[in-house]
């Protein structure tokens, strides 16, 4: 199936794929060639794109994921390939949210996903 990924100022992704896999609301979903049309809502988590002999990770903190036919649409927000996350630079990013949020809550959905970054990066490299 031909997939196109895109966040709000690039294309991440495009191109055919055998099988996608994304996290919804309701947990880890999959999609292969030939799959009933589908419309779902992206939670935070690891999107895999795999193509014929190579797998495409990406980390997004939100989105939608459209397929009709053999044409699938993944639209994200926050979206992160997986050579591109630093842990030590996202590390500083935590460390400094929580210093200024120290008088105030801090914002906890910004400080999963940035957790979440560096989980993922630490257990697929």
Do not use: W
């Not at 947990?27 to 690891?46: D, Q, R, S």
Request: with cysteine.
């Amino acid at each position: 199936m031909h997939c196109i990924m895109r966040s709000a100022d690039r294309t991440l992704y495009e191109g055919d794929v055998e099988r996608i896999v994304a996290r919804s609301p309701h947990g880890e979903f999959a999609v292969m060639n030939g799959h009933a049309p589908i419309l779902a809502v992206l939670v935070a988590g690891v999107i895999r794109l795999q193509a014929a002999e190579t797998e495409h990770t990406f980390v997004c903190k939100k989105g939608t994921f459209a397929l009709a036919g053999n044409h699938a649409t993944v639209l994200v927000e926050r979206p992160f390939a997986l050579e591109e996350i630093d842990p030590v630079a996202i590390r500083e990013q935590l460390t400094m949210l929580q210093d200024e949020e120290s008088s105030e809550k801090i914002d906890s959905e910004e400080a999963a996903y940035l957790e979440l970054l560096c989980r993922v990066k630490e257990s697929r490299g």
